[in-house]
Nanobody, 113 residues
Framework: QVQLVESGGGLVQPGGSLRLSCVTS?????????MAWYRQAPGKQRGLVAR???????NYADSVKGRFTISGDNAKGTVYLQMNSMKPEDTAVYYC??????WGQGTQVTVSS
């Protein structure tokens, strides 16, 4: 059983920064070929924010390019999301995902003055 636990969410002012973390437990010997962050705002569908593969390739949603950076160690099952120059439209519940199968419980991020 693989479990993902996110942390680092909270309230931040527009233009501010937050760093989300995700760690896995359970089958820690498993290597994840893909780890990602998704987000879901109220009334909207969950969508991809950023993904990193075990080869180090990354891709981002257009709305966060140049502001967010994903990093981590897929072999260890850890992934981070550095969020800079944050905007009110970044407000959402952020979810960690591994191998497109496993999900964390989510962490709330609110951008507001």
């Amino acid at each position: 059983q693989v479990q993902l636990v996110e942390s680092g969410g909270g309230l931040v002012q527009p233009g501010g920064s937050l760093r989300l973390s995700c760690v896995t437990s359970g089958s820690i010997s498993r290597r994840f070929y893909s780890m990602a962050w998704y987000r879901q705002a109220p009334g909207k569908q969950r969508g991809l924010v950023a993904r990193i593969t075990d080869a180090g390739y990354t891709n981002y949603a257009d709305s966060v390019k140049g502001r967010f950076t994903i990093s981590g160690d897929n072999a260890k099952g850890t992934v981070y999301l550095q969020m800079n120059s944050m905007k009110p439209e970044d407000t959402a519940v952020y979810y960690c995902n591994a191998n497109a199968i496993y999900w964390g419980q989510g962490t709330q991020v609110t951008v507001s003055s």
